[in-house]
């Protein structure tokens, strides 16, 4: 079986070796998760900030390691700084499952960071040397898609591995092992080269504006859909409701950000420049019925939307960033990009915490409230903006469709 790429085709055993590297690229962090709560328990001298260290520090840490692994690959062999980036997250990994303090599990999961922090652009950043044109923009969206139910299928699996045993939920972090065995066929089997025809021919050098626009974009819309990951959990416990249902609601949420990946061809040419707009308002409208109405169908359905919404953007704010740049320098601008993901990850519990201080208020519906207005300005935004390239799908944007 041959799968196509616009630039000739490659098997499938090959593209399997790529889903694999964008399926791991969201463990990181997620195996200390279910056991959080337990953590003064299993490890009774552990101070507070030693817990907070714990989930902190690595995801700290991812943010410089994503910019170094997209400086590293320009004019260097990305397969080696993926196969040094996997060998340190498998490696890490499997120390966690030995780790009998908090001290060596806070190092030893801060070595995992750096690891996936390697990893992380390269999921994209084979996607774009592999694939171009509409082919990239299908791919970016299996890739969005597989990254998306790898998370919630991982997160079910660690949720009841930790019920048998603390260590368990480190089996996760095993994955990478698997990617590393399976991605050695990419030595092989290189990417052809790009087209003539393709846009990213027409770039000498990063468009620095048109990424920046992309990114502010980016880390905005992640910020909105961050209430429902971060304070579902609060709701729920505001509404009175068994709390195991907040684990079932982020979990939807996740598979409703995978589904329009499996689709995006035909959502871009049927939603066009109005992509953004329509996607931000599914985002705007779905915490807004998750805020607003205290009964559970409606809190799915807004989930189900705000997920919908996040899940179109994502893989299309991807493309953007390889389009901006020649086919040399597209990790390392996807790497810019990625950064505002885990930047939003980073500093949202404190802007959320700041915004409460200045409004006098400690209402958990506040942040889906305030979460959707900055939703609904996205979508004032892309309107008014609508033939721009990061917030439409102008003609720099794969003229071909035009």
């Known amino acids: 079986m041959k799968i196509k790429t616009g630039k000739g085709e490659i098997s499938f055993g090959l593209m399997i070796a790529i889903w694999s590297v964008s399926a791991i690229a969201s463990l990181p962090g997620l195996a200390v998760s279910p056991i959080l709560g337990d953590m003064n328990k299993i490890f009774p001298t552990a101070s507070d900030l030693e817990i907070q260290m714990l989930t902190s520090l690595p995801s700290l840490l991812i ?9 590293l690959s320009v004019g260097r062999n990305k397969l080696h700084i993926l196969y040094a980036g996997l060998a340190v997250f498998f490696v890490s990994g499997v120390a966690c499952l030995f780790a009998r303090s908090m001290l060596s599990l806070i190092v030893i999961s801060c070595i995992l960071g750096i690891g996936a922090g ?49 260590h368990l939920p480190f089996l996760v972090y095993l ?11 990419l030595r092989n089997h290189p990417a052809a080269d790009e087209p003539k025809e393709s846009d990213q021919m027409r770039n000498t050098r990063i468009d620095a504006g048109k990424l920046a626009g992309v990114t502010v974009f980016y880390f905005l819309m992640t910020c909105a859909v961050l209430a429902i990951a971060f304070d579902t ?47 931000a308002a599914a985002v705007a409208t779905g915490l807004l019925c998750v805020g607003l109405f205290h009964n559970i169908p409606m809190i799915f359905f807004g989930t189900v939307l705000a997920g ?17 740049a020649p086919p040399g320098l597209a990790t390392r601008a996807l790497s810019v990009v990625m950064t505002a993901n885990y930047l939003a990850i980073m ?53 071909s469709k035009r």
């Not at 943010?63 to 400086?71: E, H, Q, R």
């Not at 919630?152 to 019920?163: E, F, M, P, S």
């Not at 979460?371 to 004032?380: G, R």
């Open 308 to 324: 919908l919404g996040y899940g179109i953007v994502q893989p299309i704010i991807y493309d953007k960033a390889a389009i901006v």
């Open 175 to 185: 994955l990478p092992g698997v990617s590393l065995v399976l991605s050695l066929s």
């Open 63 to 71: 943010i410089p390691f994503v910019l170094l692994s997209g400086s």
């Open 118 to 166: 390697m990893v992380i652009p390269l999921s994209t950043g084979l996607v774009a040397d592999y694939f171009t044109g509409d082919y990239r923009v299908r791919q970016l969206g299996y890739s969005s898609a597989i990254n998306n139910l790898t998370l919630v299928a991982a997160t079910a699996a660690t949720g009841y591995l930790a019920d048998v045993s603390w």
């Open 347 to 399: 500093v949202y519990p404190f802007l959320m915490d700041g915004l409460r201080k200045v409004f006098h208020t400690q209402s958990i519906l506040f942040t889906f409230y305030v979460n959707a207005v900055v939703a609904a300005l996205i979508v004032a935004a892309a309107f008014v903006w609508r033939r721009s390239f990061a917030l439409g799908l102008d003609k720099s944007y794969y003229p």
């Open 233 to 279: 959990s609060f709701l729920v416990d505001k509404y009175g409701f068994p709390q195991s249902l907040s684990g079932v609601i982020i979990s939807v949420f996740f598979l409703a950000i995978m589904l329009p990946g499996m689709f995006l061809g035909n959502v871009i040419k049927v939603l066009k420049s109005y992509v953004n707009i329509i996607s």
